[in-house]
């Protein structure tokens, strides 16, 4: 479920990007159809998650640099999940 939630996300978050769209425009659509993978009282989770997790994904999608604390936290992450928030930022 994580995987099927953050890899929507991504690849609606990617697919806006390089098409242009500012970030403004980009969320709303990107967060609603990653949610549409997940329902009930997952969704209402996942809808708490995305909230507040939505600054970290505004940086990548802006190419920001990642403050210290947020590097800090990738050298603790699998690679897997390190690959997918790197994969946003390229």
Do not use: C, H, N
Request: hydrophobic share 50%; net charge neutral.
């Amino acid at each position: 479920m994580v995987a099927a939630v953050t890899t929507a996300l991504l690849d609606q978050l990617t697919d806006a990007r390089r098409r242009g769209e500012p970030f403004e425009r980009a969320w709303p659509l990107a967060r609603d159809r990653a949610l549409t993978t997940v329902a009930g009282k997952d969704r209402e989770e996942w809808e708490g998650v995305l909230a507040s997790t939505l600054p970290s994904w505004r940086a990548s999608f802006e190419r920001w640099p990642a403050p210290a604390r947020e590097r800090a936290l990738l050298v603790l992450a699998e690679a897997p999940i390190a690959d997918s928030l790197a994969r946003i930022a390229a």
